[in-house]
């Protein structure tokens, strides 16, 4: 019996630390990310002679991006210098080369472990791809006179690349790599003819830049649930259905308000103080009528080209002031919600002169609507 309370108090222990840790978990999963890398270390093409002395520098520099945490591409541009040597005359030389390739690359620990963060200590990757190796600069001819060259002074080949690479974790900013890799060339790349492609094999330490990191949403981790729980839950969430579905709704005039605004123009001929245009004073007064506290402000003017300013000054005024009066005279508006104003020949609202013998009319006020909404009972 104590054995069995013992079990059971574990078990529910750890689903109790299990929950806990499922909650506090927030990070959100790794979606895609950029980066550059330098790279620095040795390569050897092979030959018949002792591959310790074919070993020769190289340097790299590429740009990529993952497209998801397992699966990514990059452009690699790498070279430095190559050598060869023939084993009977104990003879060396060496040459120029660079490769661009078009590497595609796969995470392995990603793609297996498939952690949402995708933050790993350390990555395992493969890496295969395809490009051009250029070569050039051969001193053969300097050291083994007699034998001749079997490729001109410059060579371009193909390149087929497969290797794998260790990478500190991806998430981090900057990271540090070591990539192995091996190349298929052009049987003629080390200047010798033996009738199959020529291999050259490099090892590099990088360090690179990512950047451009891009993360979705946490994913959710799904516990066990006691079959209890469960129907607690399926309970209260056929509840909270029912008493959704017992809302009525029901629509509603409800009243809302907006400030509303006008801007007439009228025009004149010259000495003329009484607006001839109907159409105007329809406007204004539907717009005084219809909205709250409505009123408007009727400035007078008079143009510059004719009269003197004392004349101008007489006109202006009347306008404003008759079309004022035939408002309140002749449609019924009440005469404090209409303000009248003369500026005369000092102020020219319109670059046309014979346009600004005119009033122009700005008011203001408040339309009441209503509308018609759909709400809850």
């Given at each position: 019996?104590?054995?069995?309370?013992?079990?059971?108090?574990?078990?529910?222990?750890?689903?109790?630390?299990?929950?806990?840790?499922?909650?506090?978990?927030?990070?959100?999963?790794?979606?895609?990310?950029?980066f550059?890398?330098?790279?620095?270390?040795v390569?050897?093409?092979?030959?018949?002679?002792?591959?310790?002395?074919l070993?020769?520098?190289?340097?790299?520099?590429?740009?990529?991006?993952?497209?998801?945490?397992?699966?990514?591409?990059?452009?690699?541009?790498?070279?430095w210098?190559?050598?060869?040597?023939f084993?009977?005359?104990?003879?060396y030389?060496?040459?120029?080369?660079?490769?661009a390739?078009?590497d595609l690359?796969?995470?392995?620990?990603n793609?297996?472990?498939?952690?949402?963060?995708?933050?790993?200590?350390?990555?395992?990757?493969?890496?295969?791809?395809?490009?051009?190796?250029?070569?050039?600069?051969?001193?053969l001819?300097?050291?083994?006179?007699?034998?001749?060259?079997?490729?001109?002074?410059?060579?371009?080949?193909?390149?087929?690349?497969?290797?794998?690479?260790?990478?500190?974790?991806?998430?981090?900013?900057?990271?540090?790599?070591?990539?192995?890799n091996?190349?298929?060339?052009?049987?003629?790349?080390?200047?010798?003819?033996?009738?199959?492609?020529?291999?050259?094999?490099?090892?590099?330490?990088?360090?690179?830049?990512?950047?451009?990191k891009?993360?979705?949403?946490?994913?959710?981790?799904?516990?066990?649930?006691?079959?209890?729980?469960?129907?607690?839950?399926?309970?209260?969430?056929?509840?909270?259905?029912?008493?959704?579905?017992?809302?009525?709704?029901?629509?509603?005039?409800?009243?809302?308000?907006?400030?509303?605004?006008?801007?007439k123009?009228?025009?004149?001929?010259?000495?003329?103080?009484?607006?001839?245009?109907?159409?105007?004073?329809?406007?204004?007064v539907?717009?005084?009528?219809?909205?709250?506290?409505?009123?408007?402000?009727?400035?007078?003017?008079?143009?510059?080209?004719?009269?003197?300013?004392?004349?101008?000054?007489?006109?202006?005024?009347?306008?404003?002031?008759?079309?004022?009066?035939?408002?309140?005279?002749?449609?019924?508006?009440?005469?404090?919600?209409?303000?009248?104003?003369?500026?005369?020949?000092?102020?020219?609202?319109?670059?046309?002169?014979?346009?600004?013998?005119?009033?122009?009319?700005?008011?203001?006020?408040?339309?009441?609507?209503?509308?018609t909404?759909?709400?809850?009972?």
């Amino acid at each position: 019996m104590r054995k069995k309370f013992f079990l059971i108090s574990a078990v529910l222990s750890l689903l109790l630390v299990s929950s806990v840790q499922a909650q506090e978990d927030t990070r959100d999963a790794l979606k895609s990310y950029s980066f550059l890398e330098l790279q620095g270390g040795v390569q050897l093409t092979t030959n018949d002679v002792k591959m310790s002395k074919l070993i020769t520098p190289t340097a790299a520099l590429s740009f990529g991006h993952f497209f998801s945490p397992a699966v990514g591409a990059r452009i690699h541009v790498n070279g430095w210098q190559a050598k060869g040597g023939f084993k009977d005359l104990d003879q060396y030389y060496k040459w120029k080369y660079m490769v661009a390739d078009f590497d595609l690359l796969v995470n392995l620990t990603n793609m297996i472990l498939k952690a949402p963060s995708g933050k790993h200590p350390l990555n395992v990757m493969l890496l295969a791809g395809l490009g051009l190796n250029h070569a050039w600069k051969n001193d053969l001819s300097l050291t083994a006179n007699n034998i001749p060259v079997t490729w001109n002074s410059n060579r371009l080949s193909h390149n087929l690349r497969f290797g794998a690479r260790l990478e500190t974790d991806v998430t981090k900013p900057v990271g540090v790599s070591l990539e192995v890799n091996a190349n298929s060339l052009s049987d003629r790349f080390n200047s010798k003819v033996n009738s199959h492609d020529d291999w050259q094999f490099t090892a590099m330490l990088g360090i690179s830049f990512r950047f451009g990191k891009r993360y979705s949403k946490p994913i959710p981790v799904t516990l066990p649930i006691a079959q209890d729980a469960l129907d607690t839950q399926a309970a209260a969430t056929a509840a909270a259905l029912l008493v959704e579905s017992e809302k009525k709704k029901v629509k509603k005039d409800v009243t809302r308000e907006e400030d509303v605004r006008l801007h007439k123009e009228g025009f004149y001929p010259i000495r003329v103080t009484n607006l001839e245009d109907e159409s105007v004073y329809k406007e204004v007064v539907q717009f005084l009528k219809n909205n709250k506290n409505a009123h408007i402000t009727v400035v007078g003017y008079a143009d510059k080209g004719t009269g003197t300013a004392k004349e101008n000054q007489r006109y202006a005024k009347e306008r404003a002031e008759n079309f004022k009066k035939k408002l309140v005279k002749d449609y019924g508006v009440n005469a404090s919600s209409v303000a009248t104003d003369s500026k005369g020949d000092t102020v020219q609202p319109f670059s046309e002169n014979d346009k600004n013998r005119c009033i122009l009319i700005d008011g203001k006020g408040i339309r009441v609507y209503t509308e018609t909404v759909e709400v809850e009972e």
